[in-house]
């Protein structure tokens, strides 16, 4: 589909002209007269997603006028494929701060529609991009966005256990990875038994899945994504409007998966260990309970205080399961608490980290990739809240403040003193913009990638 959105040549191709909002006359002094008055014609203000056809005179289209208001996003332009009609266009010229690598992946991230049950209206208007590099690149990240949106947006019916191990397993063929999965009671004689306790109920067997890739002489780098194909809530029953958009609480693991794509494409110098504990949270005879206590990988006992706080419970074994390899980097990305959201609100990223160095690049690199991500305290000063007074630690903080930080306090002591960052995300955007639809979203995976591609160059 990607290829059909972009294109490296073709026939003549309608110039697409962006013009900011500020400065507006000065941005069209250098056009022709009759197209700056076929834009005071239409009152055309360069605002963000308006755009004006400037004809020719025997007929047809001169070019396009498109409006990208204060200039400092590009990815309004990613309203354009779907605003033009079909056809080929090509940029001609744009802000400075719109580069043309910017100005193609917003048009990809905006051309993107989730189709497996639904056809298209139309086809979105395909982009001429000559600059080879600007185009790779700008494929290379939206591919990985695509992946990650599909998997999210994807139903659990068509998107269980078995599914996203299939996904999984597509990946490592793609790349040439070593795939390794631990499925149903072997997860119990491998001693995983959270995650197998989360998903012992569903129809499909719980499983962790694992691939690496790489070099064994590179940095080892672990990504953890939390695959709760589907969460009811198990016995703690989530109601029903809370349990509408359950298919996302696998958003950690398309994240993962996504990164992971990112990184082999673009043959990062990292050993990549990746673990994805993917399981469907559901009511049954055999479901786990309040008040149970289960022993985890690591050896810490859990007392259960709820059943809907799953989703720490299997990132808790798949963590300490890539410690024992000894990374130096641990990145996991989970759609864990409501709290995230309350304070942080849909389209920012939270991560936590106690490493200064990490915290640092990570915020630099958001910046870099428009992927907007928040560093949120690891308050020891909470860490007892999640103190069991008969077991080692329960899967819940006191109390209904601070579930973010609690929920991060509580990964923490399986991972210890590595390096690492959590990702407390959302993966879904709540309502449609211009590059970013309605449905499921790839959340700080883009941030971490410009990270990592840095810290290989440097």
């Not at 049950?117 to 590099?133: E, I, M, S, W």
């Not at 185009?135 to 939206?142: F, G, L, Q, S, T």
């Not at 959270?194 to 899945?209: K, Q, S």
Request: charged fraction near 25%; proline fraction near 5%.
């Amino acid at each position: 589909m990607i290829d059909s959105i972009i294109a490296s040549a073709g026939s003549r191709a309608t110039p697409v002209h962006l013009v900011g909002s500020e400065r507006l006359d000065e941005a069209l002094k250098g056009q022709p007269l009759n197209v700056r008055r076929c834009a005071e014609a239409a009152g055309f203000k360069g605002k963000a997603g308006e755009w004006v056809a400037v004809p020719m005179a025997e007929g047809g289209v001169d070019r396009i006028l498109f409006g990208v208001g204060s200039a400092d996003d590009p990815m309004v332009f990613g309203a354009a494929p779907a605003a033009l009609p079909e056809g080929l266009y090509s940029l001609e010229d744009a802000p400075a701060a719109i580069s043309q690598r910017d100005a193609a992946f917003a048009w990809l991230l905006g051309a993107y529609k989730f189709d497996r049950y639904k056809a298209r209206d139309r086809a979105p208007a395909t982009l001429l991009v000559g600059d080879a590099a600007a185009r790779e690149d700008a494929v290379r990240e939206a591919r990985a966005v695509y992946l990650a949106r599909d998997l999210v947006n994807t139903p659990a019916e068509d998107m269980g256990p078995e599914a996203l191990e299939d996904v999984a397993r597509g990946l490592a063929k793609e790349f040439g990875a070593a795939l390794r999965i631990t499925a149903g009671d072997d997860l119990l004689k491998k001693n995983y038994a959270l995650i197998h306790a989360v998903g012992r109920a569903a129809a499909e067997a719980p499983r962790l899945i694992e691939f690496e890739w790489g070099d064994k002489k590179h940095p080892r780098l672990a990504l953890v994504g939390k695959g709760v194909c589907f969460d009811s809530g198990g016995l703690n029953l989530k109601t029903g409007d809370f349990m509408r958009l359950m298919k996302k609480d696998m958003g950690g693991a398309a994240n993962a998966l996504a990164l992971a794509r990112l990184i082999m494409e673009a043959d990062l110098p990292f050993h990549l260990h990746v673990a994805i504990p993917a399981v469907e949270n559901a009511v049954g005879a055999g479901a786990f309970r309040p008040g149970d206590i289960l022993k985890s990988r690591k050896g810490l006992t859990v007392e259960i205080e709820n059943t809907d706080a799953e989703g720490r419970l299997v990132l808790a074994d798949a963590l300490a399961r890539v410690v024992e390899d000894d990374p130096q980097l641990i990145l996991d990305f989970a759609t864990l608490t409501g709290a995230a959201r309350v304070a942080l609100g849909a389209e920012l990223a939270p991560f936590y980290t106690d490493d200064e160095g990490i915290a640092e690049d990570l915020a630099f690199a958001a910046k870099e990739a428009r992927d907007p991500v928040w560093r949120m305290p690891l308050w020891a000063g909470y860490d007892a809240q999640i103190d069991s007074p008969i077991a080692d630690v329960k899967n819940l903080g006191a109390g209904p403040m601070a579930g973010s930080i609690t929920a991060a306090l509580f990964l923490k002591r399986f991972v210890g003193d590595r390096p690492w960052a959590h990702f407390d995300i959302f993966a879904w955007n709540p309502a449609a913009k211009p590059g970013r639809p309605l449905g499921g979203e790839m959340q700080g995976a883009r941030a971490a990638f410009r990270m990592l591609a840095k810290r290989a160059a440097d």
